[in-house]
């Protein structure tokens, strides 16, 4: 998926992700030029928790970055 120019944008997954016994959240990123992102998991059961990428590694833009998150999601 490509986004730009964005602050917001929220992807519901189609059904329900049992993640309570999960530690780690991956995503991968490609960017030209952003050197900072925040990702907010949203669970029913407690609620939102934000997480700040920042800083993205410079030398890293304009190519693909696989990130993972230490957390407890559930």
Known sequence: ?????????????G?????????????DLWTPNESSLSISPISKSTGEKA???????VN??????????NCKMG
């Open 1 to 13: 998926m490509k986004y730009e120019n964005f602050n917001y944008q929220g992807i519901e997954i």
């Open 15 to 27: 059904s329900p992700v049992n993640a309570a016994g999960m530690k780690y959240m991956h995503i």
């Open 51 to 57: 997480f700040n990428l920042t800083p993205i590694i």
């Open 60 to 69: 890293s833009l304009n190519s693909k970055n696989s990130i993972r998150i």
